[in-house]
Nanobody, 126 residues
Framework: QVQLVESGGGLVQAGGSLRLSCVIS???????MAWFRQAPGKDREFVAA????????VYADSVKGRFALSRDNQKNTLYLQMNALTPDDTAAYYC????????????????????WGQGTQVTVSS
């Protein structure tokens, strides 16, 4: 089982930026990695993912052009840079991983992932 620890959440004003980190307990080989978020009373929704098979990135339409994934292979850390934040981005953000090949559609599905972090809260004030 892969252990995931998120950090970097906090309170920020609209238009501001945050960078989330997810430290992963193993090397990135064979790992699909993703960020999801969940606002109170809502389902967990896809934010962004990196596919292991071709290292391509996938973003939800709601965050394209504002959020960016990156990773540090030496530190086994996945990052989510979030810019131009709005109150609609307020949610608990979760890091998730899944070993093996995943399609572009699969890596956007919460049910695809086998390992999850505990989440980090992001609150954007207006």
């Amino acid at each position: 089982q892969v252990q995931l620890v998120e950090s970097g959440g906090g309170l920020v004003q609209a238009g501001g930026s945050l960078r989330l980190s997810c430290v992963i307990s193993r090397a990135f080989m064979s790992l699909n990695m993703a960020w999801f978020r969940q606002a109170p009373g809502k389902d967990r929704e896809f934010v962004a993912a990196i596919k292991w098979s071709d290292t391509s990135t996938v973003y939800a339409d709601s965050v394209k052009g504002r959020f960016a994934l990156s990773r540090d292979n030496q530190k086994n850390t996945l990052y989510l840079q979030m810019n131009a934040l709005t109150p609609d981005d307020t949610a608990a953000y979760y890091c998730a991983t899944k070993i093996g090949v995943g399609s572009t559609r699969q890596v956007q599905d919460v049910a695809f992932y086998s390992d999850w972090g505990q989440g980090t809260q992001v609150t954007v004030s207006s």
